[in-house]
């Protein structure tokens, strides 16, 4: 047996294990903290770390809503999916990029799933919820006759009711197929903000024979119960493609473009399901995370320090690189693994890997220290003692990364269970699946990589090869 | 490993192999205590079941459909006085807890569970936190969370978590037998199982007692656990399956796999104290910060932890051992 362990043993260079540790430390360090620097007030992100990840609407407060057409309507797959884009139009209308938006064909619903705007003042997520899902019926109606005004939160007159010939409806927004804000020029050079409809073909020959009935007249476009605008006809449109112009800014001609746009459909959306949290409980949540994480560091590397000594050490060192790893793969650091929107289980699954991250080293550690015991030389326990526990680390690691796999199918938003349970959005314990898988691979190129490597090479040292920096008795 | 192969026709007693094997150091008897082990695991299972009786489990609104709100306040309120006054504003009957912010940040919070597995109109959330500014308009009432499921979606998504869960279960197994072939792998991929089992229910039992409605936490921790505990399963087999080749065939499998235990149990209780410690620390700041939804989530899981530990050395393995003597009796009838 002892040709065996010599054949086997391969001294690794001592200058090694400074080199790993030392990599393993910067690196961790630049996935921590990022690496930034300043060009005046713009803020240039070579290296992504903590403070560039994106917390989901746990932490940073948000809204989340299902919506379904109301009235039991059953709607079609296209219906379905334009009054999802208007939702996407809307998000992105009002500035909001880091949405999640699914649209559940099978059940007929829509899934959103926003965080507040920075701008945001209110927080109020009712109002922010009738906002997205007020899809309403758009009308085209005769004159512009209304009941009352009102003076909307933006200052504008609001101009609410059709009263006598306006009552009357000559087309309704089954007959549009779009609408886009755009510009043209004016004699004098000047843009011009238009928003341009194109109508679908039976549309095109309503809006001919209306345009012929009331030309030089006004025809009112109508959002339920809202006038959106009152433009006069100035032509015959036959072809399917108005334009509508007036004192538009780019907004406002947006604006109505989108108005006009979410008008088209035949029904209203209600709301199924609805959740919101308020910033300043994410807030909370994220700094006892933070000194939670903190501290159950300091509290696993004393452990590892104490029963382990040396090993236990070399394991703080891999534990600190597993998480700057699992940081990394969760912020965008490398540019190949686009980031990933962290929750409060994301955050607990992140600790979480922190306690179980040590399995490796322990399970090395311990065998170490019992071939120790057994009477081996130094070199013949590190040996055969990382040899050993390989097995048992492998085959215990592959279960929780088959456990997280199924965490993020299961959570996430696009998985083998859609076909039969339909999309959902991605819950927050997505993310627990996410931290725990990356966690344990982490750990597993920490663990069984660079803790072997550093631990070789520091048996180098004379002054180290005591057998009790190993797990042995104290006299030896 | 040449001269192992001249043990392999010898039975040794437990102090022999002791000596040979284990550095001549005390190999602990886990199979048998086994009478010990299955008696407290299942009286924990009957008060767990007749707990379950009294108390009845509540699945979360998550699962059921409902709506709960939870406003923050400052300022003392009486809280029997708020909960009347939110009753009077609600037309469903409600159920309020209080809970604090030790760290002052989110102030006093009062949560408010509607009855019924309806999802509510956004206009309650709106006119209720108008009610309630309006009352009280000096204790800046503010909505923190809200959360209203429709019954149907609650139920599709209870049983995706329930399909998920059994697919894992089934993974696992599968796992285990191919890579344990050596020594039975599928009575070890059952026993693992019964060990996986043991500990759901110790989840559940912890959920029944502690009266916490059955959540997305749940089936997170249980998926979680599920991992975890074979993880300790699995290295005790795997050090089965090394002392066996060691000590030779003859010898006895409970002996051997008291002699894998003894030498893995350190290992095993080790990664529990880390793992624990890390859940511990995060489920008292989560008290100390009153963010429910963690400490939903690390109370069950510190449960699970330790539950598992336990489970794969007193439950999977001594029933292991059982398994094996069994077939092995029957095949000498044979």
Same mark, same amino acid.
């Given at each position: 047996?002892?040709?065996?362990?010599?054949?086997?043993?391969?001294?690794?260079?001592?200058?090694?294990?400074?080199?790993?540790?030392?990599? &393993?430390?910067?690196?961790? /360090?630049?996935?921590?903290?990022?690496?930034?620097?300043?060009?005046?007030?713009? %803020?240039?992100?070579?290296?992504?770390?903590?403070?560039?990840?994106?917390?989901? =609407?746990?932490?940073?407060?948000?809204?989340?809503?299902?919506?379904?057409?109301?009235?039991?309507?059953?709607?079609?797959?296209?219906?379905?999916?334009?009054?999802?884009?208007? &939702?996407?139009?809307?998000?992105?209308?009002?500035?909001?990029?880091?949405?999640?938006?699914?649209?559940? %064909?099978?059940?007929?619903?829509?899934?959103?799933?926003? !965080?507040?705007?920075?701008?945001?003042?209110?927080?109020?997520?009712?109002?922010?919820?009738?906002?997205?899902?007020?899809?309403?019926?758009?009308?085209?109606?005769?004159?512009?006759?209304?009941?009352?005004?009102?003076?909307?939160?933006?200052?504008?007159?609001?101009?609410?009711?059709?009263?006598?010939?306006?009552?009357?409806?000559?087309?309704?927004?089954?007959?549009?197929?779009?609408?886009?804000?755009?510009?043209?020029?004016?004699?004098?050079?000047?843009?011009?903000?238009?928003?341009?409809?194109?109508?679908?073909?039976?549309?095109?020959?309503?809006?001919?024979?209306?345009?012929?009935?009331?030309?030089?007249?006004?025809?009112?476009?109508?959002?339920?119960? &809202?006038?959106?605008?009152?433009?006069?006809?100035?032509?015959?449109?036959?072809?399917?493609?108005?334009?509508?112009?007036?004192?538009?800014?780019?907004?406002?001609?947006?604006?109505?473009?989108?108005?006009?746009?979410?008008?088209?459909?035949? *029904?209203?959306?209600?709301?199924?399901?609805?959740?919101?949290?308020? !910033?300043?409980?994410?807030?909370?949540?994220?700094?006892?995370?933070?000194?939670?994480?903190?501290?159950?560091?300091?509290?696993?590397?004393?452990?590892?320090?104490?029963?382990?000594?040396?090993?236990?050490?070399?394991?703080?060192?891999?534990?600190?690189?597993?998480?700057?790893?699992?940081?990394?793969?969760?912020?965008?650091?490398?540019?190949?693994?686009?980031?990933?929107?962290?929750?409060?289980?994301?955050?607990?699954?992140?600790?979480?890997?922190?306690?179980?991250?040590?399995?490796?080293?322990?399970?090395?550690?311990?065998?170490?220290?019992?071939?120790?015991?057994?009477?081996?030389?130094?070199?013949?326990?590190?040996?055969?003692?990382?040899?050993?526990?390989?097995?048992?680390?492998?085959?215990?690691?592959?279960?929780?990364?088959?456990?997280?796999?199924?965490?993020?199918?299961?959570?996430?938003?696009?998985?083998?269970?859609? =076909?039969?349970?339909?999309?959902?959005?991605?819950?927050?314990?997505?993310?627990?699946?996410?931290?725990?898988?990356?966690?344990?691979?982490?750990?597993?190129?920490?663990?069984?990589?660079?803790?072997?490597?550093?631990?070789?090479?520091?048996?180098? /040292?004379? !002054?180290?090869? %005591?057998?009790?920096? *190993?797990?042995?008795? %104290?006299?030896? | 490993?040449?001269?192992?192969?001249?043990?392999?026709?010898?039975?040794?007693?437990?102090?022999?192999?002791?000596?040979?094997?284990?550095?001549?150091?005390?190999?602990?008897?886990?199979?048998?205590?086994?009478?010990?082990?299955?008696?407290?695991?299942?009286?924990?299972?009957?008060?767990?079941?007749?707990?379950?009786?009294?108390?009845?489990?509540?699945?979360?609104?998550?699962?059921?459909?409902?709506?709960?709100?939870?406003?923050?306040?400052?300022?003392?309120?009486?809280?029997?006085?708020?909960?009347?006054?939110?009753?009077?504003?609600?037309?469903?009957?409600?159920?309020?807890?209080?809970?604090?912010?030790?760290?002052?940040?989110?102030?006093?919070?009062?949560?408010?569970?509607?009855?019924?597995?309806?999802?509510?109109?956004?206009?309650?959330?709106?006119?209720?936190?108008?009610?309630?500014?309006?009352?009280?308009?000096?204790?800046?009432?503010?909505?923190?969370?809200?959360?209203?499921?429709?019954?149907?979606?609650?139920?599709?998504?209870?049983?995706?978590?329930?399909?998920?869960?059994?697919?894992?279960?089934?993974?696992?197994?599968?796992?285990?037998?191919?890579?344990?072939?050596?020594?039975?792998?599928?009575?070890?991929?059952?026993?693992?199982?019964?060990?996986?089992?043991?500990?759901?229910?110790?989840?559940?039992?912890?959920?029944?007692?502690?009266?916490?409605?059955?959540?997305?936490?749940?089936?997170?921790?249980?998926?979680?656990?599920?991992?975890?505990?074979?993880?300790?399963?699995?290295?005790?087999?795997?050090?089965?399956?090394?002392?066996?080749?060691?000590?030779?065939?003859?010898?006895?499998?409970?002996?051997?796999?008291?002699?894998?235990?003894? +030498?893995?149990?350190?290992?095993?209780?080790?990664?529990?104290?880390?793992?624990?410690?890390?859940?511990?620390?995060?489920?008292?700041?989560?008290?100390?910060?009153?963010?429910?939804?963690?400490?939903?989530?690390?109370?069950?899981?510190?449960?699970?932890?330790?539950?598992?530990?336990?489970?794969?050395?007193?439950?999977?393995?001594?029933?292991?051992?059982?398994?094996?003597?069994?077939?092995?009796? +029957?095949?000498?009838?044979?």
């Amino acid at each position: 047996m002892n040709t065996e362990v010599k054949k086997g043993m391969k001294r690794v260079p001592k200058p090694v294990f400074f080199i790993v540790a030392l990599l &393993i430390l910067a690196f961790s /360090f630049t996935a921590i903290f990022g690496v930034a620097y300043y060009n005046g007030d713009n %803020k240039n992100t070579v290296l992504k770390g903590i403070g560039d990840i994106r917390w989901g =609407i746990d932490i940073r407060g948000g809204v989340e809503a299902t919506f379904r057409p109301a009235d039991g309507y059953d709607a079609t797959d296209e219906e379905l999916e334009s009054a999802k884009s208007i &939702i996407e139009l809307r998000m992105v209308s009002q500035g909001i990029t880091d949405y999640e938006l699914y649209a559940d %064909k099978g059940s007929d619903r829509i899934i959103v799933r926003f !965080p507040w705007k920075s701008d945001e003042k209110t927080f109020d997520a009712v109002a922010a919820i009738d906002e997205i899902s007020s899809t309403a019926q758009l009308t085209f109606r005769p004159g512009n006759s209304y009941a009352s005004t009102d003076i909307g939160s933006d200052g504008e007159y609001v101009y609410k009711t059709p009263t006598g010939e306006t009552e009357t409806v000559l087309m309704d927004g089954s007959a549009v197929k779009s609408a886009t804000a755009g510009y043209t020029r004016d004699d004098k050079g000047d843009a011009q903000y238009i928003v341009s409809l194109e109508l679908t073909d039976e549309g095109a020959k309503t809006f001919a024979s209306i345009t012929e009935q009331y030309l030089q007249k006004t025809v009112s476009i109508w959002m339920d119960d &809202i006038m959106l605008s009152a433009p006069t006809v100035q032509a015959v449109i036959s072809d399917g493609q108005a334009q509508i112009s007036g004192n538009f800014t780019a907004e406002t001609a947006t604006a109505l473009a989108n108005k006009i746009n979410a008008g088209a459909l035949p *029904f209203h959306l209600e709301t199924a399901n609805y959740g919101s949290i308020d !910033p300043s409980l994410g807030e909370n949540s994220l700094v006892a995370m933070g000194y939670a994480g903190v501290i159950a560091f300091i509290v696993i590397a004393l452990i590892m320090i104490f029963f382990y000594r040396l090993p236990g050490f070399i394991a703080i060192i891999s534990l600190i690189g597993q998480m700057g790893l699992s940081i990394a793969a969760v912020s965008g650091y490398f540019t190949t693994i686009p980031s990933f929107t962290m929750t409060l289980p994301g955050i607990a699954g992140l600790i979480l890997s922190i306690g179980m991250g040590v399995d490796c080293n322990v399970i090395t550690a311990e065998r170490i220290k019992e071939e120790i015991k057994a009477g081996r030389t130094l070199d013949g326990a590190l040996d055969r003692g990382t040899k050993n526990s390989l097995s048992a680390i492998i085959d215990g690691n592959m279960t929780v990364v088959i456990v997280s796999l199924i965490l993020m199918l299961v959570f996430g938003p696009a998985n083998i269970l859609s =076909i039969i349970f339909g999309e959902s959005t991605t819950g927050t314990i997505y993310s627990f699946g996410f931290t725990l898988l990356v966690g344990v691979i982490s750990n597993f190129i920490m663990g069984i990589f660079f803790s072997r490597v550093m631990l070789r090479s520091i048996a180098g /040292f004379k !002054p180290l090869r %005591k057998k009790w920096l *190993f797990g042995g008795a %104290k006299n030896d | 490993m040449t001269n192992n192969s001249t043990k392999a026709n010898v039975q040794m007693t437990v102090e022999e192999l002791a000596q040979k094997h284990n550095g001549g150091r005390k190999i602990i008897d886990f199979v048998g205590k086994k009478k010990i082990f299955f008696g407290i695991s299942l009286t924990i299972m009957i008060i767990g079941i007749i707990c379950n009786f009294i108390f009845g489990t509540t699945l979360d609104i998550q699962f059921s459909g409902g709506a709960s709100l939870r406003f923050s306040y400052t300022g003392q309120i009486d809280q029997t006085e708020l909960h009347d006054f939110i009753q009077e504003k609600t037309t469903d009957k409600i159920t309020t807890s209080f809970s604090k912010d030790m760290m002052g940040n989110s102030g006093n919070n009062v949560a408010v569970q509607f009855s019924g597995n309806d999802a509510i109109s956004t206009d309650i959330q709106d006119s209720l936190e108008a009610d309630l500014q309006e009352k009280y308009p000096d204790s800046s009432f503010k909505c923190l969370e809200s959360t209203s499921v429709d019954a149907s979606m609650g139920f599709s998504f209870l049983l995706k978590c329930l399909v998920a869960v059994a697919i894992a279960s089934a993974l696992m197994v599968l796992y285990v037998t191919i890579r344990f072939k050596k020594i039975g792998g599928l009575s070890a991929g059952v026993m693992a199982l019964v060990a996986l089992f043991h500990d759901i229910a110790l989840i559940y039992f912890l959920y029944v007692i502690f009266q916490m409605p059955i959540d997305s936490n749940f089936i997170a921790v249980v998926l979680m656990i599920l991992g975890y505990s074979l993880n300790d399963t699995i290295v005790i087999y795997d050090r089965v399956r090394e002392e066996r080749k060691l000590v030779g065939r003859k010898q006895d499998i409970g002996d051997v796999f008291n002699l894998a235990c003894t +030498k893995t149990i350190r290992r095993t209780i080790m990664t529990s104290v880390t793992t624990l410690c890390a859940i511990l620390i995060v489920y008292i700041l989560a008290v100390v910060y009153n963010i429910p939804s963690v400490q939903g989530f690390a109370l069950p899981m510190m449960i699970g932890v330790i539950s598992g530990c336990y489970s794969s050395i007193c439950i999977a393995g001594p029933l292991w051992v059982m398994w094996r003597h069994h077939k092995a009796a +029957k095949n000498e009838e044979k």
